[in-house]
């Protein structure tokens, strides 16, 4: 093969590797490969309606705030997902709003560095619905060494639930935060212990909502949620090593 023939295929793989998904606002060379990981593949489109907001540039990129809204979808939806692209663990979360909770959710989330940040929204119909945004960072907040467990006496705190209900309109605003390092397994001699599992619950037990949470989320994760009416809830935790949490909001 000449030199002809392999500048070709060079240029043909780096116009291959720079391509993004016709539409994408953020333009990630990834995108193809949580779309099949994540998504299966399944039929989407990019989305201005389901609105991603984070900080430009995140100055504590192991406590990066990010809010999500797809309630512009109104009722339809059934699920989102959300994934920082170029985190070494991309997952964030995986929320199922129930009937009464409207598809708002804020947390915060570590980055590693400068990354698209994704949230994926089914609908009813069978449509994923992706939102998008891009955050710059210096880097490191996936591998920083812990705060939590360098503050004395984190173990007798941890679980703790600290939140306040807030009303808004004829909805609810939960604000809270639970104390746990959430390891993600990246620093030396540290197993990964984190919260993965959430439910927000009536008086009565029935679960209003479901939530799934993946090592990406900062250390005393801190949530918002939106809830319709303002009668009492309960919030309950579960973390990998099967430890359980619950507080009254």
Not at 82 to 107: C, K, M, S, T
Not at 153 to 168: C, I, N, P, S, T
Request: with cysteine; charged share 25%; aromatic share 8%.
């Amino acid at each position: 093969m000449d030199w002809r023939a392999l500048l070709l295929l060079a240029c043909f793989a780096l116009a291959w590797e720079a391509r993004g998904a016709e539409g994408d606002p953020v333009t990630s060379v990834m995108w193809d490969y949580h779309h099949q990981r994540l998504l299966d593949g399944a039929p989407f489109v990019f989305d201005e309606r389901v609105r991603v907001l984070a900080p430009p540039f995140a100055e504590d990129a192991r406590q990066v705030p990010i809010q999500v809204d797809a309630s512009a979808l109104g009722e339809q939806v059934v699920r989102m997902l959300a994934w920082a692209e170029l985190n070494p663990i991309p997952r964030i979360f995986d929320f199922q709003p129930g009937e009464r909770v409207l598809p708002r959710l804020a947390i915060r989330i570590r980055v590693e560095q400068a990354t698209p940040i994704r949230v994926a929204v089914l609908t009813r119909a069978g449509l994923w619905h992706v939102g998008s945004t891009q955050v710059d960072a210096a880097g490191g907040g996936c591998t920083a060494p812990s705060v939590v467990r360098a503050q004395p006496g984190w173990q007798e705190r941890q679980g703790q639930v600290h939140g306040r209900r807030f009303a808004l309109g004829a909805a609810s605003r939960l604000r809270l935060q639970v104390v746990h390092p959430m390891d993600n397994g990246l620093v030396d001699g540290i197993p990964e212990f984190f919260l993965d599992q959430a439910e927000l619950r009536d008086a009565a037990g029935r679960v209003l909502a479901r939530l799934e949470l993946f090592p990406a989320v900062s250390e005393n994760p801190t949530l918002g949620l939106e809830v319709q009416g303002r009668e009492e809830t309960r919030l309950w935790l579960r973390d990998n090593n099967g430890n359980e949490f619950a507080a009254a909001l």
